[in-house]
T-cell receptor, first 112, second 118 residues
Framework: EAGVTQSPTHLIKTRGQQVTLRCSPI?????VYWYQQALGLGLQFLLW???????NRGNFPPRFSGRQFPNYSSELNVNALELEDSALYLC???????????FGPGTRLTVT | AQTVTQSQPEMSVQEAETVTLSCTYD???????LFWYKQPPSRQMILVIR??????QNATENRFSVNFQKAAKSFSLKISDSQLGDTAMYFC???????????????FGSGTQLTVLP
């Protein structure tokens, strides 16, 4: 069974630019979660999508947004990039109302 | 809001020895989930073990076991027969009960870097 996949693996952007990160959940999983792991800040919850709807968001500004597609894959969009957005962005998936979340390998974003 | 505390930023253990990583949490919920994840240098987050708060029996997965003390809000991870491949950052995480309308994201502790020494 294929795990959670994320693309791209790495990317470098300039401050002020926009970026889109992609995530494909494990087959059969309908919930997708996004987390940010920035140096010194630990793992912070960004967004939760389930059945195509945004169910909850963490304490991040509106320039962090996303969506979930009918096939349950998801995108995370970050507008007007700032230096402090440099981080590892992790996507996780779970079955509907399930307990365990399974993580992808992450996307390393560097903002210069 | 729930909080998760890991008070040991770094630990080391000799290969084949046993080590225990500590975690405490704070919640007003009576039913919830607790997890331990490991993040090796590859940065891939790997689920190690899960505990449901309504279950009194401590969870076990091969060499990994937990000591769940609900009243004390403590959830420690014991790794037996430590192996070099166990070297990783270990995160304790909390999740709300699965019920309609509840927030389902994981709340993580700050992590414990475990190094297994040959």
């Amino acid at each position: 069974e294929a795990g959670v996949t994320q693309s791209p693996t790495h990317l470098i952007k300039t401050r002020g630019q926009q970026v889109t990160l992609r995530c494909s959940p494990i087959s059969g999983h309908t919930s997708v979660y996004w987390y940010q792991q920035a140096l010194g800040l630990g793992l912070q919850f960004l967004l939760w999508y389930d059945e195509g709807e945004e169910r909850n968001r963490g304490n991040f500004p509106p320039r962090f947004s996303g969506r979930q597609f009918p096939n349950y894959s998801s995108e995370l969009n970050v507008n007007a990039l700032e230096l402090e957005d440099s981080a590892l962005y992790l996507c996780a998936s779970s079955v509907a109302r399930g307990g365990e979340q399974y993580f992808g390998p992450g996307t390393r974003l560097t903002v210069t | 809001a729930q909080t998760v505390t890991q008070s040991q930023p770094e630990m080391s253990v000799q290969e084949a020895e046993t080590v225990t990583l500590s975690c405490t949490y704070d919640t007003s919920e009576s039913n919830y989930y607790l997890f331990w994840y490991k993040q090796p240098p590859s940065r891939q987050m790997i689920l190690v073990i899960r505990q449901e708060a309504y279950k009194q029996q401590n969870a076990t997965e091969n060499r990994f076991s937990v000591n769940f003390q609900k009243a004390a809000k403590s959830f420690s991870l014991k790794i037996s027969d430590s192996q070099l491949g166990d070297t990783a950052m270990y995160f304790c995480a909390f999740m709300n009960p699965i019920s309609s309308g509840s927030a389902r994201q994981l709340t993580f502790g700050s992590g414990t870097q475990l190094t297994v020494l040959p």
